[in-house]
C-alpha cells in the first residue's frame, strides 16, 4: 500500500502546485504594485501599477478593478497627461463593461475617444471606436456598432496594427450574424482567427472559436460548433479568462443539450454559475440560471427549473431598471459636461433643426387647413340638400365612414416621416457633438429623405383635394408616352435603389406612341404605381413597365413580382377606398396614390385595372385611346 500512498500525495502536491502557484504569483505582483503606489514614486508609475492593479483585479473583484482605475484617472487629470488619461478612461471603460455597467462603460469610451481625436493618436483612436462599438453592440444597436468597427478597422489598417484588425474584423462578424448575413459573418471571424492564429494570440483565438461556434450552431452544424466551443473553453481556461470561461461554458452546455449530451450539463452551468458571482457578472449569472431552468425543463424537474427561473428574472429585471436609470443619468451627464466646448456646433445643429421644424410645422397647417375646408365645404353642400339628404342617409352615412377612415390613414401615415425627424433631430441635438462628419452627414441625408417623404405625401393631399374640389385641371394632347413613362422611371430610379431593384422598361415598338392626355394626370398615375410596385416589391427584384397595343388602344403594365393583394383588399382599391398596407420594408402609405392613380386615369377617359395574386405579385394596367 505504501507505493500507492506516495503517489497519492504526489498528486495532490501537484495539484496543489497548480491551483497555488498562480494565486502566490498574482498576489505577490498584486502587492508589488501597491507598494509601488504607496512609496514616493513618480506619479507616472503609480499610474502605470494602478492601470496593471485594475487590470489584476478585474476577474476576481470588479469593484476593486474600478476603484484603482479611477484612482489613476485622477492622477493622470493632474499631471495632465494626455495618453494615462485614455488609458484610464478605456481601463474604466472596460471593467464597467464586464459588470454589466454598459451606460457608464460608453461614457468612459467616448471620454477616451474625444482625448484621442484632440491628440490625433491612432492607434487610441481605433481602440476606443472599437470599445464603443462592442458596447453598442451589447445595446443591441448594430448599425451603429457597425459604424464604430469599420472605422475602428479602417485606421487599423492604415497602421498595419493586426491584433486591431483582428479584433475589428471579428466584431464586424458578430454584427453581421445578428443580422443573420452568416456568409458575411463566416468569412469576417475566420478572418479574425487566422490573423489570431498567425499572431499566437491565445485570447483573439478564445473569441474568435467561441464566436464560430455560436455561428456554426445557428446554421446547425452542431458538431463543428461542439468542436469551436471545446478549443475556445481549453484556450480560456489556460488563460484564466474567468469571464470567458463562464460564457463559453454557458454556450457549451446550450449545444450539449440540443446534441442530447445531458451528463455534464449541469455540472458545467453550477461551474459557470460560481465563476459568474465570483467575478460579480450579474448578465452571466442571469444566463446560467436561464440555462439551468431550461436543463430541469429537459429533465422534466419542474420545481427546480421554476427556481432557477426566478432568479434569472429577478436579476434580469434588475440589470433592464439599473441601465435605464444609468442610461438617463448618463446621457444627461454628458449633455452637459460638453455642452459647454460646443456652443457654435450646436447652434449650427439647432438653426438646421428649426428650419426642418418650420418646414413640418407650414406642411401640418397646410393640411390641417385643408382637411378642415373640404370637410366644411362637404357639410355645407349636404346640409343644403335637406331633401335629398333624407333619401340618401345610407350613403352619406358610408361617406362619412369613408372620409373619418381616410383622415385617420392619413393622421397615422404623417406620423412615420414626423417621428423619424423627430427622432433624427433629436439625436442631433443631443449627440452632434460626438459625430464625425460623415456621422452627421448620414444623419442629415436621413432627415432629408424623411422630409421629402412628407412632402411627397403633402403633394398628394393636395392633388386629392383639388379633385374633391372640382379645381384639377384636364387639358388632354397628343403626348409621347414612351417620354412620359421614362421620365417617370428616371424620376424614381433612386427610390428603386435603396430596395436594389432595376425599373425595366418593355416598350410596344420602337417608334412614338401617342396618346390623348393631360400631360400631370398621367405622369402622375404612372408614377404613383411604379412607386406602389417598388413599395410591395423585394429587395433585389425587378418591376417591369410595359406597353401593348389593344384594339386601337394602349394598355399601360405596371409588373412587381412582390407580395401580392388580398381579393377584399383588390375590390376596395378598384371602388377608390384607401387603405393603410407596409411594404416589403416597412414602409408605410395610406393607399391615397392609388385612390389618385384611378381618379385621374378616369378623367382622361381611360381606366384602371389590377390582376394580383398573394405571394406572387401584381400587375397595375391602364388603358388609353391612341391619338
Sequence with gaps: MKPRIFLLRKVILIIFAIYLVPTITVSSEKDSLLEVYNSNSTKEEKVKALLKLSTIQRETDSYSSIKYARKALQISQKISDKTYLIRSYTKLGITYRSVDSLDKALESFLNGLEIANEIENKEWQSNCLNYLGSSYLQYGQNKIALRYFNNSYQIASELNDSIALCNSLNNIGIVYWRDNKF???????????LISRDLKDSAGLVSSFNNLGMLQSELGNLKRALGYYNQALMLATTLNDKWETANIINNLSVLKMELGLYDEVESGLNHALSISKEI?????????YFNLSEYYLEIKDYEKSLDAFKKHHIIKTKLINEETSDKIASLEKDF???????NLEKLSV?????YYLIILLAALLVIVGILIFIYFRKFSENKSLSIELKKNN?????LSDERNKFFTLISHDLKAPLYNISNLSNLLKMYSHDMDESERNITLDQLNVSSKHLLTLVDNILLWSRTQVGNMENNPEPLNLNSVIVESIDILNSFASDKDIELVMDIVETTNVYVRADYNL??????????????????????????????????IDVIDTGIGIAAEVQAEILKGNASTTLGTNNEKGSG?????????????GGQVTLVSQEGIGT?????????
Excluded at 460579480?280 to 446560467?288: C, G, N
Excluded at 345610407?394 to 358610408?398: A, F, G, M, N, V
Excluded at 398621367?522 to 427584384?541: D, Q, V
Design 592 to 604: 391615397l396614390g392609388l385612390k389618385i392613380t384611378k381618379e385621374f386615369i378616369e378623367m382622361t
Design 280 to 288: 460579480k457578472s450579474s448578465l452571466l449569472e442571469s444566463d446560467s
Design 350 to 354: 439647432a438653426n438646421n433643426i428649426q
Design 522 to 555: 398621367l405622369s402622375t398615375a404612372i408614377r404613383n404605381l411604379i412607386s406602389n410596385s417598388i413599395k410591395f416589391s423585394h429587395i433585389g427584384h425587378n418591376v417591369e413597365i410595359k406597353t401593348t397595343s389593344i384594339n386601337g388602344d394602349i394598355k
Design 336 to 342: 452637459e459636461i460638453r455642452s459647454k466646448d460646443r
Design 183 to 193: 456568409d458575411s459573418s463566416f468569412n469576417y471571424i475566420h478572418k479574425s482567427m
Design 394 to 398: 345610407t350613403d352619406l352615412e358610408r
Design 619 to 627: 400587375t397595375f394596367s391602364i388603358i388609353l385611346p391612341k391619338d
